[in-house]
């Protein structure tokens, strides 16, 4: 099985500008969430998707927006972008709460 | 708010010797406890988790984790570290809803 695919996996931006981030699960997974990951620190929490719903929210501005859709692959959109958004963004699925998540390789963003 | 503590941010040893890494969780109710790690240039791996039963739980690569719910800690155990170990590990914590909350991770690097 392919594991959880994620969109590109660089890339280079201006500030002020907007992002999309792809993740596709692993097939059969329909829980899907999204971690930031700077440099040094642990992953923090964006967004949790089920069965294309929020599920949960982390502490981040409203420029951060995602969704899921019915192929239960998820976008991650980030409106005008300033440089404290350059990070590792880490896609995660899951088949059920007791599997633990299962991470992407992330997409690395560098804001300029 | 929920927090994760992971006390060593470095921690250097020589193959074959012993290895425990803390982790500290604030929250005092129902948590599913994880820990992952993060080889160089690879993404975030599980190594082990623990929801509930045997509080010693043990995952892949000869690690072990023990849940202690009085001192509400999660340490990471192996017996006979190898080079091959050298990577960052991360606890997180699940309290009861659908994100992971990580600690800040520690950084382990094995002499040969």
């Known amino acids: 099985d392919a594991g959880v695919t994620q969109s590109p996996t660089h890339l280079i931006k201006t500030r002020g500008q907007h992002v999309t981030l792809r993740c596709s699960p692993i097939?059969?997974?329909?829980?899907v969430s999204w971690y930031q990951q700077v440099l040094g620190q642990g992953p923090q929490f964006i967004f949790q998707?089920?069965?294309?719903?929020?599920?949960g929210r982390g502490n981040f501005p409203d420029r951060f927006s995602a969704r899921q859709f019915p192929n239960y692959s998820s976008e991650l959109n980030v409106n005008a972008l300033l440089l404290g958004d350059s990070a590792l963004y880490l896609c995660?699925?899951?088949?059920?709460?007791?599997?633990?998540?299962?991470f992407g390789s992330g997409t690395r963003l560098t804001v300029v | 708010a929920q927090s994760v503590s992971q006390h060593n941010h470095h921690v250097i040893l020589s193959e074959a010797a012993s290895l425990e890494l803390g982790c500290n969780y604030s929250?005092?109710?129902?948590?599913?406890l994880f820990w992952y790690v993060q080889y160089p240039g690879q993404h975030l791996q599980l190594l082990l988790k623990?929801?509930?039963?045997?509080?010693l739980v043990k995952g892949i690569k000869g690690f072990e984790a023990e849940f202690i719910k009085s001192k509400f800690s999660f340490n990471l155990r192996k017996p006979s570290v190898q080079w091959s170990d050298t990577a960052e590990y991360f606890c997180?914590?699940?309290?009861?809803?659908?994100?992971?909350?990580f600690g800040g991770g520690t950084r382990l690097m094995v002499k040969p």
């Open positions: 995660a699925s899951r088949k059920q709460e007791k599997d633990g998540y299962t």
């Open positions: 998707y089920y069965e294309k719903e929020e599920r």
């Open positions: 929250y005092g109710g129902t948590v599913n």
């Open positions: 623990y929801f509930s039963g045997d509080p």
């Open positions: 997180a914590v699940n309290y009861a809803g659908n994100m992971l909350t």
């Open positions: 097939s059969g997974h329909k829980s």
